[in-house]
Nanobody, 120 residues
Framework: QVQLVESGGGLVQPGGSLRLSCAASGGIFSGSVVAWYRQAPGKQRELVAR???????DYADSVKGRFTISRENAKNTVDLQMNSLKPEDTAVYYC??????????????WGQGTQVTVSS
């Protein structure tokens, strides 16, 4: 089964850090962009950060300077390092990418999501 598997969420106090990981399973990243999104209760899903194959990155204004996205192409993984976390960062975080397996391409695959809760 071709899928994205996220890990690393949890409960952290304001000002703390978490590292999320997204791994391609059953396939490999296809295309250049892998992205992290988040969705807070009652809000629309929003783009947090994205990265291309050559390492170019793009961040939402709300996380610039606090979050860092990185990828290891050989391992088909993309991480999101989150520092100086705030209560408003609380959300379910999702990974999104195109995957391929043999000759098949799967566009816009979403992971199952991982909960991040920032609270004292």
């Amino acid at each position: 089964q071709v899928q994205l598997v996220e890990s690393g969420g949890g409960l952290v106090q304001p000002g703390g850090s978490l590292r999320l990981s997204c791994a391609a399973s059953g396939g490999i990243f296809s295309g250049s962009v892998v992205a992290w999104y988040r969705q807070a209760p009652g809000k629309q899903r929003e783009l947090v950060a994205r990265i291309t194959t050559d390492g170019s990155t793009d961040y939402a204004d709300s996380v610039k300077g606090r979050f860092t996205i990185s990828r290891e192409n050989a391992k088909n993984t993309v991480d999101l390092q989150m520092n100086s976390l705030k209560p408003e960062d609380t959300a379910v975080y999702y990974c999104n990418a195109d995957l391929e397996r043999l000759t098949l391409r799967f566009r816009g695959v979403w992971g199952q999501g991982t909960q991040v809760t920032v609270s004292s």
